[in-house]
């Protein structure tokens, strides 16, 4: 990780400063309460892989079904979603021998990104519990 980021020391005002470009920094950045909220899409993404890798054309149909057709991907707007998780390190790309297809690209979830899929449902989790106790009609302030 140190050694892909390229690192210029300089002096000035008489002290060392590390400068890290901006992608180098985003990419190693760990706090994954910077990242949230998800799109649902990327929340949808990344709970899927969290149950093993997964084929770009695997990803839409699991999406599809774990979101009971709320989220479609297209194939466009998948791999541009795919792209940035991967220069974020929130996945990465595998290869799978598929028995008679040859060799097929896979994207399994890294520690990043289950780093961020926990933050996420911590978040939502907090939320809900906040929205809940208004819904089970207790306190109806203010109706007459």
């Not at 005002?13 to 990327?42: E, K, V, W």
């Not at 890798?53 to 009971?68: D, K, N, T």
């Amino acid at each position: 990780m140190v050694t892909s980021i390229k690192r210029h020391l300089a002096v000035l005002a008489g002290r060392d400063y590390l400068y890290i470009d901006r992608q180098s920094f985003d990419r190693y950045n760990m706090d994954p309460l910077d990242n949230l909220p998800l799109a649902p899409r990327d929340l949808l993404i990344l709970s899927v892989l969290s149950e093993g890798p997964l084929h770009g054309y695997g990803l839409i149909r699991a999406v599809e079904q774990r979101s009971e057709s709320g989220v479609l991907l297209d194939p466009a707007n998948l791999y541009r979603v795919l792209r940035r998780m991967t220069r974020d390190d929130w996945i990465r790309e595998t290869e799978d021998d598929d028995e008679g297809r040859g060799r097929r690209r896979t994207y399994a979830i890294t520690r990043k990104g289950e780093a961020v899929l926990r933050a996420e449902v911590s978040r939502l989790d907090r939320l809900l519990g906040q929205v809940r106790p208004a819904l089970a009609g207790g306190n109806r302030r203010g109706r007459g």
